[in-house]
C-alpha cells in the first residue's frame, strides 16, 4: 500500500441548495400535533431543519441501495470473534480483542465505518456474551468520520403551516374492526415547504485509512477503492432523496458550490444566503460568496466548482456574470458533480475509471 505520509492532506466540500420540499425531519408530539424541528434565529425567524443524522441516514441507506455499501450489521460478531486472543497476566487469563486489527477489518469491508466512521465501547464475546478487555489500552473502538454533513437549515422562515389528518378510510376499513377502537385518529402535522441549504465535507486523506492510538495511519484499501467510495458517496448526494411519512422529497441541489482543498475548511457553508420572490424563484446573493472566495488559498482557487440549475433563480445571470468575474466558470449540476469526481480522482492519481 502506498505510504499515507506521502499523500497531500486534502478535503472536499461542498455546499448545496435543494429544491423546495415539505417537511424532512420531525421531532417530538405534542398533544396530537407532530412538530417539525426548528430553530430560532437572534431576530426571532424560526427556521425549519433537518439534521445531520437524518441526512447520513439516506446518504448510507441509498449508498446501499444503489452501490451495494455494506452497512454494519450482526456479522460484525464474525470480525470480533476473530480477532479475539488470550492474554496471560500474572496466573490468570484474559481475552483482549485486538482492536487494529478489528477496525482494519471493518475499514476494508464496510463502506459505513470507513467514510461515516463508528464507535464500540461495550465489546462482548460472541461466544460467553461477556465484555472483552480492549489492547493496547484502548478505552473504545473508535473512527471519527471522514464524512461530515451539516444541518440543513431552511431558507425560508416557518409560518405555522399545519397538516390536518385523520384516519377515517382505514378506521371505517378495518381498524375499528382489528384494534376495537371507538375513535379515529386526528393529529395536526406542522408542514413547512421551503428550500433548504446544507454542507457536506471528506477529508479525502484519511478514506481507506487507519489511525491508531499509537504509531502512523496505515493505509487499508488502496486509492482506487478510496476513489471509488468518494465518487459513489458524490453520485448518491447529487440525487439524494429523503423518505418521510409516505412520501419522497427530493434533495437533488439545483445549486452547489465546492471543490477540493488543501484547506480543510467548509468554506461557502455561511455564504449561502437568499430570498424567495413571489414568482417562487431564489434571488441569491452573490457578495457572500465572492468574500468567501477570498478565503481559499489563491492558488487553488482555480479548483472552485459551482453548478446551477438557472430556472430556479430569478438572477441567474448575474450570478454566472459575477462568478465568472472571480475567475469562476458556472456549469450544469450534473457537470458540476462530474468536475468534482475529477478531482478526486485527480487527487487518488486514478483515472476515470475510479468514478
Known sequence: MMDRKKRELKGLTLT???????GINYGETIGNTVMHKKVTTGSGVQLTYASDKALKYEIRHQGWERFGWRLLDEKLQEFIKGNLKEEKKG???????????????LIENYEEFDLFGGLFTNVKNPESGK???????YDSVKRTAPVNVNYAFSIEPYKGDLDFMNNIDAYNRYI?????????VIVNTETPYAHYRYTGSVDLDRI??????EGEPEEIVGAEVAAKRVNELLEVVKNLSRRIKGRRESLAPIFVIGGVFSVKNPFFADAINAVELENGKLLLEVEPILEAIELIPEGERKNIVCGIQKSHFANADMIEEKLKEAGIEIRSVGAAFEVLKKQVNDYYGVGDGGS
Request: no cysteine; hydrophobic share 30%.
Open 16 to 22: 448545496i441548495i435543494t429544491p423546495k420540499v415539505s
Open 91 to 105: 496466573r490468570n487469563k484474559k481475552t483482549v480483542l485486538d482492536v487494529d486489527n478489528f477496525a482494519k477489518q
Open 131 to 137: 465484555k472483552v478487555e480492549l489492547s493496547n489500552d
Open 176 to 184: 375499528k374492526y382489528l384494534e376495537e377502537k371507538e375513535d379515529q
Open 208 to 213: 481507506g485509512v487507519w489511525e491508531p492510538i
